[in-house]
């Protein structure tokens, strides 16, 4: 279906997820760079909860709450023994499982003491974990990154902490309709904002494709693929995979490639988003290639590139998520055809929010 | 009425308001001086709301809501096309009446896409706004400050962001019987605190006028007249004329003037006060006299000793506000007979606010 | 009764004051340090309610309410004439016994206009308040401190403002569980850890006597009694006297000592608190000790000492205080036998507050 010019479009009232609608537990969320995750115990908020992430001496992460069961002091204030972790309170001591192995002011390990632990799963640079139902937590959910540690790949990344809520992040990853008046020295060019797409659902997944022919490239992806002087074709896919992240996957096709030069250059542009609480996320991205993976002046070109344009989203949601909160005139946003992969996406946070509420989503 | 001495004077309960009632939104307040609304769009906050501010080509001073009405992205943070107000994340347009002129993203300019503007009315150095309902926004209702565009009166001004309610901010200006405590240095005479004075209700206008005969002039009227070594009649109106405007009007007669000198020295104070929410307020102020007009000397002795006062009063103001809404012991204020001018004050704008929302002030 | 072996002690929920129970107002608390309390007007909150603290001409320390009854002011930030201390408002003045005898608008004193005065006692270094029901504030209850102005005893004393609760800090002082763990540079040992111990409750105070015998003494009582090379006895007391003060007691005993040294060493250490709010607390303590009293040396280390120590606790409770306000899954925290003793004082503050709030307490 191409809607742009389905001016007609209208979309029921309250099924959409905002800012302040419950955050969906029951997903695998990134709790950070595996490089992040060492043997000193740090501290993260993810869905109003603190965890404490550290590894195991064979190198294994684990995440329990940042909270001791007997007396609430922080438990990343404390420290390791071999694998276990000792409260810095009272000394009780739990095992990478959560289970209490220690509590020296007893003479004996009090039964049925422990500390609530998280699913974690490594993948690639990433460590994921499951903040929701544990017996839910099947490894087989966790969202495809392979490219990341796929050596036809090369990729640089970053990361930002945002004062704005997981909805407006990922409508604004599903709206490229904003490249051109919000990015206008970086991704966005007015053909491509205006170019038809196709968006489809499977399942909780929201899918838009993307086609322009004959364009010029934007500089992010025909400068560093040196082909800024052609038309190009240009093909992309922008998938909404699940409240963890949002994928974008493009394709620049040189139909008359010089001598030597590839006919295809793709990319793919992974976004991780964790919410800390309602109001606040943790996001890391990565920009991936598959061509001129050494090539260090490309990588600079890349990060910088996409640093510029991601902190005039965060300047963008931030500030928005401000006037919703401090605005006492609360106003229902107008929603035009070129919103609809976003509230597509907003009406699957929200089922899957009221689902987990134990309410029915209407 | 004199009532001095009416020390049975008593209050009801309930019927004042306080820093907790809500604002009267059905008044013309100040946005602005004309002089800070310009080509460069301002952001400002009136009794809650988010205000965005600024100049068609042809001088007009034009103020929307500061939030569009797609994705609530702040308009202050976009740009003007000629007289036309374009959203920085998605280009939505808007004419200075608030309709949507064109969304880039659609072939069409949507119908009945629209953000809010508010009235506006440029009188002298002020910008005049009206939050309330659009239908009552009668420009005859705008308070009167002719002198300050007139030549036979001289202005020096300044402003104050404070942290106070506007409520108090009226009383205070209703009360000179803190004169001589809270600026014994400036304005206040114990004399003067205690004088006779007579207070009149017209409509939802409250008038105390005052006189004291054969008395030294406070030094804020008599250092800039050079006639400190005389004793003079002093008579002064203090006007609460609306919710947004306070004036005072006075005169020093002396009797006997020398050679070439006036026997009567004018002197208007204007005080204008917008809310920015409950507990905060934007104020301007105003000394004009219709003497020494081209007098720097008096211009700089009126701007340091206004502002000197003004100051003692933010001060105390904020002070009172923060014990207010912090003390978890609330009280019930003492009322006492000089308090009544500011008491009828509070119960101006208690009917005036529980009349706007809709139930039967008590 | 001797319970570190009690493993199946249990506890009954809901009786057991924390950080959101109501405080306890019917007691004497620290308002501050003799010293502190002069011709300079203070203010400081105690229980959520702003004090003004001043002395008057001879010397008598005096606390009002910090808020005008006429309207709001704070009367701290007024002066004092004689024993007078007048408004910096309006003028209104009031006598030490927070009688109104002037309103300087007025022509008569009003009657029955009064800001509330708070009952007062000076007991050596300390000036204690009470704040709750005048008709309660008996100075019999005052808590003995008598050692403070006593020349047998040598002080050294400090203070910090904490963002912690008056229960988890008096639970941190009844238990010595945490010492090895939270303070193992100081006055922590394994062995004191376990020793036994038995608690009492003779009405509203917890007892908690503790002995060790021939084991090494801790650094904070065998540095400066210069004992540390030897095995002693160690006896000790600790007591929550009421919600206002724990002290602890306790006795090192060389049963062989040197020439000219003597066979007991006492040390008195005295914490008082007094909640500002839920979640704030003043704390002033005071190390005292029976020897060697002109010993500036040993001064600056028990100073020293103790300092590192406290600033462990505020550290450690400031975080457990953040992580219960800002968690958004709240726990019940575990309890074992070693519990005990703090777990009968939070029964005693929740049975004072229950009872203040005129409810059964369970």
Redesign the interface.
Known sequence: MTY??D?AFTFERGAYADHSTPLVRNAWYVAGLAKEISRDIIARRF????VALYRTLAGEPIAVR??C??????LA?GRLEGDTL??????MAFDPSGRCTN??????V?AN?NVRSFPLAERGPLVWIWMGNPDLADDSLIPDTSWLNDPAWASVGGSFAMDCDYV?MH?NLL?Q??F???HPGTVGT?AY??SKLKVRQEGNVVIIDRSLKNSPPPGIYGIPAKIMHKDVDRLSEARFASPAIHTAFAQIIDHAPDDGKPSVYRFNITHLITPE?NGRIHYWWFNSRDFAHDDAEINQFMYDASTKAYLEDVD?LE??LK??Q????P?F??????DKPGLMMRSVLYKLAAEEAGYASL
Chains 1, 2, 3 share one sequence.
Do not use: W
Not at 86 to 91: A, D, E
Not at 103 to 108: D, E, H
């Open positions: 742009t010019d001016i869905l109003g909860v603190d940042n909270r069961p007997h007396r609430s002091f922080p204030k000792v409260c810095g309170y009272h000394g509590m020296p002011s007893m003479p004996i009090p003491a407006s409508e709206d309709t904003h051109p008046f919000l007015v904002a205006r609480s963008a500030a928005i006037v919703v401090t605005d006492i005139e106003q946003d107008l929603n035009f055809a070129p």
